[in-house]
């Protein structure tokens, strides 16, 4: 089969790498339009069981990026100068470049051609003639989707809220959401190591905040300056380091039918997860796990890409769902503020509505206990 993949992210790199070992005579390139070594952001944070999801299917592909996982058992929630520890929350990172490096060179040993400061920019390409098999793992502003919407059913809401992708020098016990109150109003930093000597810190904050700290005329040194003022104890004297990082809007995207003809989409180029639940990275490689599960399972392209939609659907879209319904709480994060310590927690633990106060009590029974000492009545039981 020959394949032509638009995007080096982990949904292309873990596709491309899952059909060459498959079959060495698939014919397999992927085109990126960056250059080699170089990426955008810091770390990529997986929850649950970090990257246990990809055993079933590429053992090696599991041992190859395993040692370079930051673990970590707990989440922390800081509430003004309040921290709670909550157990029960187990977090991998990695940081990004060194991620999509290790899969291309994966990628790269099992036969796949990465043509990196390749751009294409239509269907039309002829870097893309004669394909069996096209796919879109582009990211969340993928021309391919844009130039087909209609055809996709596309849909696109751009959240509220404003957030920056910066990284620091100082090295975090565990993932941490710091929320501090300014005259401006609420700032949250979402900060995890990914390495030994780096961590990311994202800087998120609802719009009105984001206008009255003046961040729409503010340099991006005045920017980062800011941010270090309002979160100077928790950065214990270590600087905010930008990667092009740049203030943003989420966007929630969905499309309705994941393929046309030939042409697919994987990873954030077919749906976007707020950032909130940590699941984006796994699950662009889940939807590349599912697909080479499709193409094996049928002999024509079609069939495969109806199956895939068909096995993907039902547990993406449960995701997806909760990762909208997380992010809105975020975008309420002043309000929220106004509850004490324990009840701020236990509302972000329970903000999407998979986790109840049984299951809180599971993770956490302290938590648990806490919460039910300072609001009877007010669980279930």
């Not at 024509?300 to 939609?309: H, I, K, M, N, Y």
Request: include cysteine.
């Amino acid at each position: 089969m020959k394949i032509r993949i638009i995007g080096g992210g982990p949904a292309g790199l873990c596709l491309a790498a899952l059909m060459k070992r498959d079959d060495p005579a698939h014919d397999i390139v992927i085109h990126d339009r960056g250059p080699r070594g170089a990426t955008w952001g810091f770390g990529v944070v997986f929850s649950d069981r970090a990257l246990e999801f990809l055993r079933a299917d590429d053992e090696a592909m599991y041992q190859l990026l395993a040692p370079h996982m930051e673990t970590w058992p707990d989440l922390t929630i800081v509430h003004k100068d309040t921290r709670i520890p909550i157990a029960g929350n187990g977090f991998a990172a990695i940081g990004r470049l060194q991620l999509l490096s290790l899969l291309c060179a994966y990628a790269e040993d099992l036969g796949v051609r990465v043509e990196f400061d390749s751009t294409i920019e239509s269907l039309s390409d002829e870097k893309l003639g004669g394909a069996d098999l096209i796919v879109g793992a582009n990211g969340a502003a993928s021309f391919l989707r844009d130039q087909h919407e209609s055809r996709f059913g596309t849909s696109r809401d751009w959240r509220s809220n404003k957030f920056i992708w910066y990284g620091s020098s100082r090295v975090f016990d565990s993932l941490s959401l710091t929320f501090r109150e300014t005259e401006h109003g609420v700032f949250c930093a979402h900060h995890y190591r990914y390495s030994p000597s780096r961590s990311t810190f994202l800087v998120e904050v609802e719009e009105a905040t984001w206008k009255r700290a003046g961040f729409e005329r503010m340099s991006p040194e005045g920017a980062i300056a800011h941010c270090e003022r309002v979160f100077a104890q928790d950065l214990d004297g270590h600087p905010i380091l930008s990667n092009n990082s740049q203030w943003r809007s989420f966007p929630a995207i969905w499309n309705e039918r994941w393929s046309f003809d030939n042409v697919v989409l994987v990873g954030d180029a077919l749906r976007t997860a707020h950032f909130s639940i940590g699941s984006g990275t796994r699950l662009a490689m889940e939807d590349a796990i599912a697909l080479a599960k499709a193409l094996r399972e049928k002999g024509g392209v079609p069939e495969a890409l109806a199956r895939f939609q068909e096995l993907r659907l039902p547990p993406m879209k449960k995701i997806w769902d909760a990762a909208n319904v997380s992010a809105r709480w975020y975008e309420r994060m002043g309000e929220n503020m106004k509850l004490d310590p324990v009840g701020f927690a236990y509302s972000y633990m329970t903000r999407t509505g998979r986790v109840d106060h049984a299951e809180v009590r599971r993770r956490d029974p302290g938590l648990a206990e806490a919460y039910e000492r300072l609001h009877p009545g007010a669980h279930a039981a």
